[in-house]
């Protein structure tokens, strides 16, 4: 949502809208070494955020704390605005059980910087096996929604290939329309098209275009920041696990507030 289009709020009063997806005072350690320094971090309905920032950074650790793939050591993540992950009760906040978090990640789709895909299964089945094996879908129904959302990614015409025979461009629409086929509620996608020779990069982002002018909220971690710029509407810079900026981008790209922003800025271009 852009500025202008977004719901207006009742003056010095809080958001009427409540984020899809959000991270409260998020922290994360490894070792001694603070990598999430209470993070606060949201998405609304519908939006694009992009998400820049050094190497290091924080950026994939959030996205996997809010993926649910590794547990917060403090703070909490809210999908519709409730608590996921955890649960809080006397004692503090509990991390869930297996069996209920899987089911909250199926809310969350993830892609990766590498695909990701299994290299035993042909295309079809890399994308069918969350239906059939987490969902319980049939195989039949499986495959027509499968090749729905490979046409999407203008995949379907290779549904019998292996990974090994696809280009790294291909094999990440795929693994796009393995997430998608799951109908998650949001999209977070770390560094999608880092991975891949220039030439390749392209057939990526226009299907990651294309899904957000279908209204998919997403969560991109990239530095295409002329993607950023053209279908993000917002864009956050981390740095050293703290977000030092976030502004829709006309703002972010040319009149940033931070230095730190200034410096990122000056390094990418
Ligand atoms: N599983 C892990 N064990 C130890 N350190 C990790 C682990 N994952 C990430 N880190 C460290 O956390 C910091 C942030 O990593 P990451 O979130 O991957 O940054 P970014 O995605 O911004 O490059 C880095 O210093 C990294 O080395
Ligand atoms: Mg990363």
Redesign the pocket.
């Known amino acids: 949502m852009n500025e202008s289009a977004a719901i207006p709020r009742p003056t010095g009063g809080p958001a009427v809208t409540t984020p899809l997806l959000q991270t409260v005072g998020l922290r994360k350690s ?2 001694t ?1 603070v ?2 320094d209470r993070v606060d971090f949201g998405i609304d309905a519908g939006a694009v955020k992009a998400v820049l ?12 704390l809010m993926a649910l793939l ?1 547990p917060a050591d403090d703070g909490s993540i809210l999908l519709h605005g409730r608590e996921i992950g955890t649960e809080s009760g006397r004692a503090g906040a509990a991390r869930l059980p297996e069996r209920r978090l899987a089911r909250q990640r199926a809310e969350i789709g993830m892609v990766f910087q590498r695909f990701n895909l299994f290299a035993h299964l042909d295309v079809l089945h890399n994308v069918t096996l969350g239906l059939t094996a987490v969902r319980h879908v049939g195989k039949a129904e499986a495959a027509q929604r499968a090749q729905a959302m490979l046409e999407r990614v203008g995949m379907a015409d290779r549904m019998r290939h292996y990974p090994s025979e696809l280009s790294g461009g291909q094999q990440q629409r795929v693994a796009i329309a393995r997430a998608l086929v799951l109908e998650p509620s949001v999209m977070l996608f ?2 999608p098209t880092s991975a891949l020779d220039p030439e390749l990069v392209n057939e990526v982002l226009v299907v990651m275009e294309d899904l957000a002018a279908q209204g998919m909220t997403m969560i991109v ?1 990239t530095h295409e920041t002329g993607f950023a710029r053209r279908v993000a509407h917002e864009v956050a810079l ?1 740095h050293s ?1 703290v977000i030092v900026e976030q502004a829709p981008p006309e703002r972010f790209f040319t009149q940033p507030e931070h230095e730190r922003t200034r410096a990122f800025l000056a390094h990418v271009h």
């Open positions: 490894y070792g070494q990598v999430l920032g050094p190497s290091g950074s924080g950026k994939s650790t959030m996205l996997r590794e770390d560094e971690v981390f696990g």
